[in-house]
């Protein structure tokens, strides 16, 4: 759910024309982000700050949504210029398949990010020490909206106990609060690290945060949905109290765009962040590891735009897979 309207930043471009007839050009973007607990929002509130800063002209706001399926129709229709997105539901997108019901979404890779990772997570008592011990439990797969909950669900489904749990549909900040108060016993959320959300919920007092591997999805999960998923770890001590490795899912996250987006406006845009994203860091670290030799790695499935395309090619760079 969109906890507000967006205002009239779809993609415009209008011309103030000065007393001396100079005309400099006016572009206001929106970037649809995420809910308020994950890594998208302050990610993307930072990159609009640094874009609204750097490029004259430009005016870059970051909205609050549901997630990632909300990302891509709001792209896709052109109620928003720019969308955090993970490339498990870009893909659904694109192809018009799955929550996409036959409709293709207009949309084009810019930049894929960072390696989002899965964390299934759950307390001590709570009485589950692995996905399988998640059966009969109540369980938070994600946001309506997010790709959280496709993640989430393909996961479960592996490990054969999809249909087999109470399932909740929470944001990540309400999954936090719901696992305090024993609402429910555990929750999945796919994000950057560190989450600020599970941050918090590893800080709580008489509190023991534990989190599942479930690496051995994958497997079964590329099978069926395609090479979008990868074996990655949650390194020790990413969070209070968490001091072994977990072994878990791994998806990247793209920026991605309207298809119709301009050229110049796109190569701006790549451009600033990978050579800004020192800036954009301070809103949230995961941007430190912004990188144009990610895009070599086949990291989208889906085509790149041209704008972002000509700043690969200066690079020396040749995007693979979409």
């Known amino acids: 759910m969109i906890t507000h309207v967006f205002r009239c930043f779809t993609l415009v471009l ?6 001396a007839a100079h005309t400099q050009t006016k572009v206001a973007l929106s970037i649809a982000s995420g809910n308020t607990g ?39 229709s052109g109620r928003a210029d720019l969308a955090l997105t993970m490339a498990d539901a870009a893909w659904d997108a694109f192809k018009g398949r799955e929550k996409f019901n036959g ?3 207009a949309i084009r890779t810019l930049l894929a990010l960072y390696p989002n990772r899965m964390h299934i997570t759950t307390v001590d008592g709570s009485g589950i020490a692995s996905v399988k011990d998640l059966k009969g439990k109540r369980v938070s797969v994600g946001a309506p909206g997010s790709a959280t909950e496709i993640m989430g669900m393909r996961v479960l489904e592996a490990f054969g106990v999809a249909n ?39 800080a709580t007092p008489g509190t023991k945060l534990r989190l599942l591997d479930h690496a051995d999805a994958i497997s079964a999960m590329n099978k069926k949905y395609g090479p979008l998923y ?47 994203k020192a800036d954009i860091a301070k809103s949230h670290k995961e941007a430190q590891h912004f990188s144009a ?24 760079i040749r995007p693979q897979g979409g």
């Open 38 to 76: 994950g890594v998208y929002y302050p990610l993307a509130g930072g990159i609009g700050g640094v874009l609204s800063r750097t490029l004259p002209g430009y005016q870059v706001t970051a909205e609050v949504t549901g997630g990632s399926l909300d990302n891509l129709r709001l792209v896709g």
């Open 164 to 202: 087999d749990i109470s399932r909740e549909r929470l944001s990540v900040n309400e999954s936090v609060n719901a696992i305090k108060d024993r609402k429910i016993d555990a929750f999945l959320w796919a994000g950057g690290l560190p989450t600020a959300a599970i941050m918090d919920l590893a």
């Open 103 to 105: 409709k293709p979404q």
């Open 293 to 316: 030799e990610f895009q070599a790695s086949g990291a989208s499935p889906i085509p790149y735009h041209p704008g972002a395309l000509r700043y690969l090619k200066e690079k020396g």
């Open 230 to 276: 990868i074996t990655g770890k949650i390194p020790p001590n990413t969070y209070t109290g968490q001091n072994q490795p977990v072994n878990i899912a791994v998806v990247w996250n793209l920026i991605v765009v309207n298809a119709s987006m301009p050229e110049e406006v796109a190569y701006n845009v790549i451009k600033t962040i990978l050579e800004r």
């Open 14 to 19: 209008t011309f103030a024309f000065a007393p």
